[in-house]
């Protein structure tokens, strides 16, 4: 029995993992109608940001993490305004195209700039430390990892639902065109 709940809460931890990233992948291509390849690569550099401010810079953990997530938004805005941008109204081939060569690209630099070796991700004090629920002994991450996907989900509904910003989301989402025409800022939104 023990095995069971150790393999369920396993599962929900990792479930929860990809149904962010899918939650990323879905925003991107409701409102940009594009898949964005790159976008697990962001988030392998976002990683490797913070492996290198824990064990290069010798940051704190949470520091690091603050400093990947605006590393994350920065390559996000660049990789938009110079590869995405350009081709706003070009054919989904081409879009799809260089999604996939910003993809490639990434990969390389990281593997370039790393070596290509495996790296320790850092230990971060709090989520870290080993507890034991419903008899299963994990890291604390493991267990928290749901709830915070499900908070994540609930402000992002919240924010999609109850916001101008959010209303300019689905507006460019169900008709660019328009949206563009009633003064939503489609980059911007983008």
């Known amino acids: 029995m023990t095995r069971l709940i150790e393999t369920l809460i396993s599962g929900l931890s990792l479930g929860s993992i990809y149904a962010l990233m899918a939650l990323g992948y879905t925003m991107v291509y409701g409102i940009a109608k594009m ?5 697990g690569d962001i988030i392998m550099v976002g990683a490797y940001a913070v492996v290198t401010s824990v064990l290069t810079l010798g940051m704190p953990p949470l520091v ?53 070796l495996a790296k320790q991700f850092p230990d971060i004090p709090l989520i870290s430390q080993s507890v034991r629920v419903f008899g299963v002994k994990d890291k604390l991450a493991v267990f928290i990892s749901p709830l915070v996907a499900v908070v994540l ?10 916001t101008k910003f959010g209303m300019s989301m689905r507006a460019v989402s169900k008709d660019f065109e328009t949206a563009q025409l009633m003064g939503v800022k489609i980059n911007r939104v983008l």
Do not use: K, W
């Open 64 to 116: 690091a993490i603050l400093i990947s997530i605006a590393v994350c938004a920065l390559l996000g805005i660049t990789v938009e305004f110079l590869a995405y941008r350009p081709l706003r109204q070009a054919p989904p081939l081409a879009v799809l195209i260089t999604a996939i060569g910003v993809s490639y690209l990434l990969q390389n630099l990281v593997c370039y700039v790393t070596g290509g």
């Open 153 to 162: 989900i609930v402000i992002l509904v919240l924010i999609i639902n109850h």
């Open 35 to 39: 898949l964005n390849f790159a976008h």
